[in-house]
């Protein structure tokens, strides 16, 4: 119940545009939470909504800080390299772009790339953290590097027929455009 009433709350939220209701509900689902076991998945995925709303919020210092939160508890719970974790380390990674903490982004998002490149089956999570990574490297000014990184993520969706889901679209195929730009 608390996962279906956070997520019908922030799909609501941002149909609304109106996310105030939305992080009360999510406040609430906390505290709700707090009663159950850590490795319960609605604690986790309560966290990550809290997360994905601060961010759409643009209060990116407390979705950082949630997605802390949510990576220690992947870590404890899953392990230094379970696929959740990966996919956490890929969000976090933008929230800490998003702050300009380049440093801290790239860190992120190469340990989320690490991750799935261990994982045969994790083809279109390891994309989206490549992409991420890409779009770290470019933001830095580290053009050659987001470039490789950009070209490699390509290459891996060519060859694996890979469905990019959403990993790669018009829009960061533009970004790629962009550096022959610079």
């Known amino acids: 119940l ?14 609304r545009g109106s996310y105030t209701d939305a992080d009360r509900q999510f406040q609430a689902s906390l505290k709700e939470a707090d009663a159950f076991d850590e490795k319960d998945e609605r604690v986790r995925d309560t ?19 949630v997605w802390a939160k949510v990576l220690a508890l992947d870590e404890k719970v899953r392990g230094a390299s379970s696929p959740e974790l990966g996919e956490d380390l890929t969000y976090y990674a933008s929230v800490q772009r998003k702050l300009g903490k380049l440093n801290d982004a790239e860190q992120s998002a190469t340990r989320a ?50 469905k990019t889901g959403g990993a790669f679209t018009a829009p960061q195929l533009e970004l790629l455009a962009a550096l022959y730009k610079d």
């Open 2 to 15: 608390i996962v279906e009433r956070t997520k019908a709350g922030l799909q609501a939220a941002k149909k």
């Open 47 to 65: 966290m990550r909504q809290l997360a994905e709303l601060k961010e759409l919020r643009g209060k990116l210092t407390e979705a950082a800080e």
């Open 113 to 162: 790339v690490a991750i799935f490149e261990k994982k045969s089956d994790q083809t279109a999570h390891l994309l989206d953290a490549l992409k991420a990574l890409g779009v770290v490297y470019q933001s830095a000014g580290k053009y050659t590097e987001a470039e490789a990184t950009f070209k490699k993520a390509l290459s891996i969706a060519e060859k694996t027929g890979a």
